[in-house]
């Protein structure tokens, strides 16, 4: 099929390609051993209980996660050859990050000819946005590699117009859902375009839609079985699914980190419980409903919140992750040549493909994270435009007579003067995550994670906004709560806390009202220091000690 029309020095280049990504990718992934994120140290716990095969355990702790399941699958079959549960989640999106290339590459060369696909998975294999998440504990680099795999397939089907190759389509789409549930309109997305294009075959249209959604649930079913035993419900978030979603709709925007930390890490009246989170998982809060109950009942106020995060999407976050250069590239690949049916046909196709997410995601403040799932396109496209650059050159030059006294000037100019611009106009994303932060790779939450380990008790119950130290040192963490201090002091004793991790790089952007207990010499009474990790500026992290209040 698709695999069977390259040929061995297509493999040879791409093999090529492919060992410097994954280059790439192991050299940068010491920097982030040592400081997992919040959701990579859910995933690890939900693949140590997968790979014991405790699905009760695993349905009790993490709702939000099974929805996820396949990326923490794919970590428990690493754990045996990592010994190290965070070591195999990052191997995960390692191997992901570096395999996107196969499928950016095919759907490249099917779309636009061999030359975009190899300008294209160069490109994939370097660019910071993608390789910043392929060395990460998170969901990205393998969602990105199912759902480019699936658009590909989709592609595929929609040339050959033959039904086994919806039902693959159907496959992967389910194994892109089993990563991520973002995934799940894009059959939909697809289905229509089927519609679109086959429209005056209904017969035909029918049956490759069927097939399509064949595939798709042949692969979900024994997964909804499964929830269905474990929850009574064939949603792995029960009812808590529209409590998180319209929960999240409050925000009014993606930069109000503040009124974030308030809504889910906000006490109650009492300061014994957090208003929106319990133990890191969505509880219920006061609208029951689902979404879409939610959005009819505050009509205004949900068009208010997509067009701020609409504005704060592709007014800030994109440009962060895709510099107007590239967007210039882009417009240059679709409109400095003609389009017939066939080109018109492809664009459609890519845009509908792109336009769910763009479009989708500014109902939810997710930030970077889900954004950057639409790279894998805009690099296609961006390498159209580069192509069609170099062509350009390249045709100036023939009929240039300027440098004809030196032929190998003229190669270079002719083959090697895009390029170089493009990579440099990644030098300042490459700058922004590795060199500006000089102290990338300094991993405070590990040094005290093992300290703790070293010097408190087991049964000691850590208070910190993230679970970073206490996956570390494998002890039980509670939030810190979204309070005033003497609330998070009650907060703490109701929850039998022992030792509160004040954390500059939290404490000075979402918990500002403790700043003060960073000067460790000026605290109250109440605390004590045990540990300081003071060496790298910025990077000050202190713990104290709760003790028992004076009779």
């Known amino acids: 099929m698709i695999f069977s029309k390259c040929n061995f020095e297509e493999w040879i280049k791409l093999g090529i390609i492919l060992f410097i990504a994954l280059i790439i990718r192991l050299i940068l992934m010491p920097y982030t051993f040592g400081n997992i994120a919040t959701d990579g140290i859910w995933y690890t716990d939900a693949a140590s209980i997968i790979l014991r095969l405790n699905f009760t355990e695993l349905f009790a702790n993490f709702p939000t996660i099974v929805a996820h399941f396949l990326y923490p699958f794919f970590i ?11 070591l195999a989640g990052l191997l995960v999106s390692v191997t992901f990050g570096t395999l996107l290339i196969i499928p950016a590459y095919l759907l490249a060369k099917q779309l636009y000819g061999k030359k975009v696909g190899y300008i294209s998975c160069l490109l994939i294999s370097m660019y910071p946005s993608l390789v910043e998440y392929s060395i990460y504990v998170l969901t990205e680099s393998t969602y990105m590699f199912f759902l480019a795999t699936s658009i590909l397939f989709g592609w595929f089907a929609i040339q050959k117009a033959k039904k086994f190759i919806y039902f693959i389509t159907g496959i992967t789409f389910a194994l892109a859902y089993l990563v991520r549930t973002d995934c799940f309109l894009y059959i939909f997305v ?21 097939f399509l959604f064949s595939g798709f649930i042949i692969i979900l079913l024994p997964y909804l079985v499964l929830v269905h035993s474990y929850t009574k ?70 068009i208010k919140t997509y067009g701020t995060n609409f504005y704060c999407y592709y007014k800030k976050l994109l440009p962060h992750i895709f510099p107007p250069l590239l ?60 192509y069609e650059l170099q062509e ?45 932060d000089t102290h990338y790779g300094f991993h405070p939450y590990e040094k005290a994670g093992k300290w703790i380990q070293s010097h408190l008790p087991l049964d000691s119950i850590l208070m910190s906004r993230f679970h970073r130290i206490s996956f570390y040192s494998a002890r039980k963490n509670i939030p ?16 039998n806390v022992n030792y509160i991790i004040i954390d500059e790089q939290i404490v000075t952007k979402v918990r500002p009202q403790l700043s003060f207990l960073l000067d460790e010499s000026n605290v109250p009474g109440e605390l004590e220091v045990v540990y300081k990790l003071d060496n790298v500026p910025g990077y000050k992290l202190i713990i104290y000690k709760l003790n028992m209040p004076e009779n």
């Open 233 to 302: 419900s064939f949603s792995p978030f029960g009812s808590h699914l529209g409590s998180a979603l319209t929960l999240v709709s409050e925000i009014q925007s993606i930069d109000e980190h503040i009124k974030y930390e308030t809504i889910f890490y906000g006490l109650n009246k009492e300061n014994t419980s957090l208003r929106g989170r319990k133990d890191n998982i969505f509880i219920k809060n006061r609208y029951r409903g689902g979404l879409l109950e939610y959005m009819q009942s505050n009509p205004l106020k949900v």
């Open 327 to 386: 967007i210039l590239l882009i417009g240059v690949g679709l409109f400095s040549t003609t389009w017939d049916r066939m080109r018109l046909k492809k664009e459609i196709y890519l845009t509908l493909m792109i336009a769910y997410p763009f479009f989708i995601y500014p109902f939810f403040a997710s930030g970077h994270r889900r954004l950057v799932t639409i790279l894998p396109i805009l690099i296609i496209w961006m390498s159209k435009g580069i």
């Open 392 to 436: 350009w050159v390249t045709l100036s030059l023939e009929k240039s007579t300027l440098l004809n006294f030196n032929p190998f000037i003229k190669k270079i100019c002719r083959n090697y003067i895009i390029m170089p611009v493009v990579i440099l106009s990644l030098l300042p994303m490459t700058i922004q995550y590795t060199v500006v």
């Open 190 to 210: 697809l289905a229509f375009i089927i519609c679109v294009f086959e429209f005056s075959q209904k017969k035909t249209m029918v049956k490759h839609i069927i």
């Open 76 to 86: 428990a079959l690493y754990i045996p050859f990592c010994k190290n549960v965070e």
């Open 480 to 495: 810190l709560p979204y309070a005033e201090y003497k609330q998070i002091i009650e907060f703490a004793r109701y929850q």
